[in-house]
């Protein structure tokens, strides 16, 4: 099983909808979680962090489920500029220090 | 600006030829690591760093080498170019203090042919 997984989409969307997507992880002790968001052949950026009581920042809001291992990530309303890879990505600590896992992504198409 | 650069954006080179790829940021960021993203693979880590003259291995870190003898750049150095290595390559930084933000530089497309 993959540390990290994600539903790889294409999710379609119809703009102006509503859109929610998980990724799941395997180790319990993980200490953080941040969605990303990746432009096709560009840099991932950060879109936001996790928190356990969850989070919202405009659009997106973002779960986290400790009990069943899983992040989310919804997006209301949908622009067409939404359309992207979105990456979950967990922090464990290591002995040697930080470890972040990358998720394989989840592709968003918000058409017309 | 606070920035991650990658030198070369993109690269097309021969089997066996030795190459280097510099990865510099700005951020005075303590951590710093090499991605290399494939189609259906996602993301995975080759080397990272946590400090200057210290480097540990990632998930897949063979026919590839690090070093870190500045806190602001980290080269990647591939002794003898496969084909295996054709790929897109990320470079990124974070604190070790948080947030843990990863910042990213722009990729390297490197193709050995």
């Known amino acids: 099983r993959k540390e990290v997984e994600q539903d790889p989409g294409p999710f379609n969307v119809p703009e102006g909808a509503t859109v929610a997507f998980n990724c799941t992880y395997s180790n319990s002790a993980s200490q953080s979680f941040f969605w990303y968001r990746q432009d096709c052949r560009k840099e991932p950026k950060l879109l936001m962090s996790v928190y356990s009581s969850g989070n919202e920042d405009g659009r997106f809001t973002a779960q986290l489920n400790r009990a069943s291992q899983y992040i989310s990530l919804l997006i209301r309303d949908s622009k067409l500029s939404d359309s992207a890879t979105y990456l979950c990505v967990v922090r464990e600590i290591k002995a040697a220090g930080n470890k972040l896992t990358f998720g394989g992504g989840t592709r968003v198409l918000v058409k017309p | 600006e606070a920035q991650v650069t990658q030198n070369p954006r993109y690269l097309i080179t021969v089997t066996g030829k030795k190459l280097t790829v510099t990865c510099s940021q700005n951020?005075?960021?303590?951590?710093m690591s090499w991605y290399r993203q494939d189609p259906g693979l996602g993301l995975r880590q080759i080397y990272y760093?946590?400090?200057?003259?210290?480097?540990d291995k990632g998930d897949v870190p063979e026919g590839y080498k690090v070093s870190r003898k500045e806190k602001r750049n980290f080269p990647l150095i591939l002794e003898s170019p496969s084909p295996n290595q054709t790929s897109l390559y990320f470079c990124?930084?974070?604190?070790?203090?948080?947030?843990?933000?990863?910042?990213f530089g722009p990729g390297t497309r490197l193709t050995v042919t």
């Open positions: 760093s946590m400090n200057v003259e210290v480097t």
């Open positions: 990124a930084s974070s604190s070790m203090s948080g947030p843990y933000e990863q910042y």
């Open positions: 951020m005075n960021h303590e951590y």
